[in-house]
């Protein structure tokens, strides 16, 4: 018959003809001296041999059984007992046994199987064999063979003490009680094993938790599989070992551990299989069988730096396979569709992620749609973003304030989550030229909790399109230009943090709604604003004698650690150190000395020597990073005053700053994005899909890149001076 090639312990059921019962073997318990047992004569005995599956391993529970091609044959040998001696070791019958039987073993679909042949039942096979065996005490040799006649390997095989009986009945020694004798598999020792070359996997779309994975080896979005791989064996003396021979098993690891990979074992033979469970621990298969091979299964979620780490043990023996690596691509993909944008009212390079209603929130250069909406669930991923219109501002049925410029119309210039975990954004009201007074907008989208109005009276609550929007004004400059738009925003301390692109500050307290312009008056909802009254002017120095800077170069997002907000200082070539007031009202403001026009913030200059560092800003809680925008590396800020720079350089790029997991620091192109692998690497990426170009440098304060919550690079790309473009508003980086 053909039953399972050596994957399979065997158990021999004797009772009234056939074995039963559990457990086996120890030494006789009938008296006898230090020869073996004297035998009486032969009764008939009928086997029934159960051949069932061998505890579960992660390979068997993912596999239909192998049922190889060979036929085999059971081989029952036996001798008389020696009581002073146990029976042969690994089931290896002394030179002088007599061979009871020798039986070829056929399928039937008869259940019980006639003798000589058996059944399957669920990967399971029943064998009945009948033959002779002595009355007496005698050591029972069970030998399962690859072929016919008790010839090829020896699979699997037994030693067990039985007593048999003159009615034809086996049990224990000096007991009733029936004896059962489970066959050990014994494959051939693998001496040195290797685990084949390091694979490849280019990536085939944005994760997806929702879509089942096919079966091996179809590949479809977002799911793709390596290429199989095998495991060359070997015996101890080095000599190949043929593919469908049982070999003592070798365990293949997949080190991943976040749930993106996991391995899937293929039989040898086989030409499909079923695809594995992700789990965010390691995943492994079990290889019995020489010619057995693997597959990497991979759905698309981020695996730092690309890389997969196999590894591989052999079972009894100290051989380990040389570790091998599975390379992830990193590649562009949109997420969903692209959209046909009209006028300057396109993706300007402005993410933000809302983890309390689980959306991503895309920054788009328009008054009337501001933004576009791309909602998240672990489940199912993220969706195709989709615009978010203005229905009310501040409970009128109207756009945004802000009209933008040259290069957009409107809408944000870079967003934050507040701390009422609402989408807060500084507008993009164009730069006024000498003119006194022309205000400048933040808005609130209310998505998440209701907000003060800032127009007055009651409280706005939470809808689709709703918006609140707080008027700015800032002193007339040097140069004549007053309320020059706000570039950079953030949230600290339960306030919202505000900086124009000249250095004026703000601060807004989201409870209250009040306005607290640095050196000015502040104001309450219901008021507007007036210069030079509550026009905010620029951050100075704790003596409030020198300014923050003169002619106004802050490109970069601020950066907030602990308590602290950080500033890239373009003109003055350094990263700013703001403190900041932090009371509910302030009053008397924190320069020395204090007067009645609040400072709600100095500046310090920890960070000097800088080149052009007005590109991009990011952090990873205790560094700040910031962007070269001369050379195209990075600067690594550690606070108090430390200053490194990074060994690879971008060759192109068009701003803003990330840092995934694995170290890597990504920044727009105008081809898609670019990446250098950690700041000590020279190893540097540049990645395209032209429907995630950025056409425009990103000097808005603003950052197009962030890790998404399944650890997914995010970007929008940046097509500022850009009319009617078609291009995706949120692409991913998979890796």
Same mark, same amino acid.
């Given at each position: ?10 158990s021999? /059921? ?21 020869s ?8 008939? !005995?009928?086997?029934? !041999? ?7 391993? =992660? ?5 239909? =059984? ?6 085999? *044959? ?6 008389g007992?020696?009581?002073?001696a146990?029976?042969?070791?690994g089931?290896?019958?002394?030179a ?7 039986v ?6 008869t ?17 009945t ?21 008790g ?26 009680t ?15 094993a290797? /685990? ?25 979005a ?8 095998? !495991?060359?064996v *070997? ?8 593919a ?21 074992? /293929?039989?040898?033979g ?14 492994? $298969?079990?290889?019995?069988? *020489? ?12 695996a730092?730096?690309?890389s997969?780490?196999?590894?591989g043990?052999? *079972?009894?023996s ?13 590649t ?5 569709? %692209?959209?046909?944008?009209?006028g ?6 402005? &993410? ?6 689980? +959306? ?23 969706a195709?973003p $989709?615009?978010?219109? @203005?229905?009310? @501002? ?5 756009? &945004? ?6 290069n ?20 993009n009201?164009?730069?006024?030229g ?11 989208a ?11 009276? +009651? ?13 700015? @004004? ?6 004549g ?8 925003? $953030?949230?600290?301390g ?6 124009d ?11 209250t709604?009040l $306005?607290s312009?640095? &050196? ?19 951050? %100075?120095?704790? %003596?409030?004698?020198?300014?923050i ?5 802050f490109?970069?997002?601020m ?5 602290? /907000?950080?500033?890239?200082?373009n ?15 302030p ?11 609040? #400072? ?13 560092p007005?590109?991009g ?40 700053? +990330? ?5 890597w620091?990504?920044? &727009? ?13 020279? %190893?540097?990426?540049s ?12 000097g808005?304060?603003?950052n ?25 508003p949120? #692409?991913?980086?998979?890796?």
């Amino acid at each position: 018959m053909r039953f399972p090639y050596f994957r399979y312990a065997a158990s021999l /059921i004797v009772a009234a003809g056939i074995f039963a019962g559990c457990g086996g073997g120890g030494k006789s318990l009938v008296p006898g001296g230090s020869s073996q047992q004297s035998l009486g004569q032969s009764v008939p !005995v009928t086997f029934t !041999v159960t051949i069932g599956s061998q505890s579960q391993t =992660q390979s068997t529970k993912r596999n239909p =059984q192998f049922i190889p091609t060979n036929t085999q *044959s059971l081989v029952i040998d036996y001798i008389g007992d020696n009581p002073s001696a146990t029976p042969a070791p690994g089931a290896t019958p002394p030179a002088n046994v007599t061979t009871a039987a020798t039986v070829n073993v056929t399928a039937t679909t008869t259940n019980p199987p006639p003798a000589g042949e058996c059944f399957a039942n669920n990967g399971n096979y029943t064998c009945t064999i009948s033959l002779k065996l002595p009355v007496g005490i005698i050591d029972l040799y069970v030998l399962a063979y690859a072929g016919q006649n008790g010839t090829g390997l020896l699979l699997s095989g037994a030693a067990v003490i039985v007593q048999v009986n003159a009615n034809g009945t086996v049990t224990q020694p000096g007991s009733t009680t029936p004896i059962s004798i489970a066959l050990v598999q014994k494959g051939v020792q693998v001496g040195t094993a290797s /685990i084949g070359s390091n694979a490849t996997i280019v990536p085939n779309g944005v994760p997806k938790p929702s879509v089942a994975a096919p079966s091996y080896p179809t590949n479809s979005a977002p799911y793709v599989y390596s290429a199989a791989q095998t !495991v060359a064996v *070997s015996n101890p003396s080095g000599t190949p070992i043929p593919a469908g021979t049982p070999i003592s098993s070798i365990t293949i690891t997949d080190n991943e551990t976040g749930g993106a990979s996991c391995l899937v074992y /293929i039989p040898n033979g086989a030409t499909t299989a079923t695809p594995c469970p992700f789990a965010t621990s390691a995943s492994s $298969v079990t290889l019995q069988t *020489s010619g057995d091979s693997y597959a990497l299964l991979y759905n698309g979620k981020f695996a730092p730096a690309g890389s997969i780490s196999i590894t591989g043990s052999v *079972s009894g023996s100290s051989t380990v396979p040389t570790p091998i690596t599975v390379s992830i691509t990193p590649t562009v993909f949109t997420v969903g569709p %692209t959209h046909a944008f009209s006028g300057n009212g396109v993706p300007i390079g402005a &993410l933000a992620y809302d983890s309390v209603g689980g +959306a991503l929130y895309i920054g788009i250069g328009s008054a009337s749609t501001p933004l576009y909406k791309s909602s998240y669930s672990p489940s199912t991923g993220y969706a195709s973003p $989709v615009p978010v219109a @203005v229905t009310s @501002v501040n409970g009128l049925s109207q756009p &945004l304030s802000g009209n933008g410029g040259g290069n957009v119309g409107g809408g944000p210039n870079a967003m934050v989550i507040g701390p009422d975990n609402n989408l807060w954004f500084v507008e993009n009201n164009g730069t006024p030229g000498r003119t006194c007074c022309v205000p400048q907008y933040v808005a609130v989208a209310v998505i998440n909790s209701a907000v003060v109005n800032p127009a007055g009276g +009651a409280a706005i609550q939470p809808g689709p399109g709703v918006f609140a929007e707080y008027t700015l @004004v800032s002193k007339p400059g040097g140069n004549g230009y007053a309320s020059v738009p706000p570039k950079t925003i $953030v949230s600290l301390g339960g306030f919202i943090w505000v900086m124009d692109k000249r250095g004026d500050f703000y601060r807004i307290n989201p409870t209250t709604g009040l $306005v607290s312009p640095n &050196l000015a008056t502040g104001y309450l909802p219901g008021t507007t604003p007036s210069s030079p009254t509550n026009a905010a002017n620029l951050i %100075t120095d704790l %003596t409030g004698a020198t300014q923050i800077d003169t002619d106004g170069a802050f490109f970069a997002p601020m950066i907030v650690i602990g308590s602290s /907000i950080y500033v890239a200082n373009n003109n003055q070539s350094q990263v700013d150190l703001l403190a900041l007031d932090m009371s509910a009202t302030p009053s008397t403001g924190i320069c020395s000395p204090t007067g009645a026009s609040p #400072c709600i913030a100095t500046f310090t200059a920890p960070f000097t020597g800088l080149t052009s560092p007005e590109a991009g800003a990011t952090t990873d809680g205790t560094n700040i990073y910031v962007l070269n925008d001369n050379s195209g590396g990075v600067y690594k800020l550690t606070p108090p005053s430390t200053v490194a720079s990074s060994t690879g350089v971008y060759a192109s790029w068009e701003g803003g700053l +990330a840092l995934t997991k694995d170290g890597w620091f990504w920044t &727009l192109t105008n081809t898609g994005v670019a990446a250098i692998e950690g700041m000590t690497s020279a %190893t540097t990426l540049s990645l395209t899909n032209a429907s995630c170009s950025s056409t425009e440098w990103l000097g808005r304060g603003a950052n197009g890149l962030l890790a998404g919550p399944d650890g997914t690079l995010l970007f929008s790309p940046n097509l500022s001076r850009t009319s009617g473009p078609t291009v995706a508003p949120l #692409c991913a980086v998979v890796y």
